[in-house]
């Protein structure tokens, strides 16, 4: 499950449960802190390359177990 908003409530809703999601960078939610779970983009070449990177990493995560 991911998450892409540009609302900070949203996605820190997301990071409480457990959930990745992706705070597109807008005025409103910069120099906001944002959860371990929640990623920053500004366009959409770095949100394919985020979703990219926590498919690797859950992919390891299986691999693991």
Known sequence: ???IDDN????S???RVGI???LIN????LN????KLV???????EITKIIDNIK???AIEEIKK
């Open 32 to 35: 906001k802190p944002i959860g």
């Open 20 to 22: 990745h999601a992706i």
């Open 1 to 3: 499950q991911l998450l």
């Open 39 to 45: 990623h920053r983009a500004g366009t959409w070449g």
């Open 8 to 11: 900070l409530e949203h996605v």
């Open 13 to 15: 809703d997301c990071d």
């Open 26 to 29: 807008y005025p409103w939610n």
């Open 56 to 58: 690797k990493e859950k």
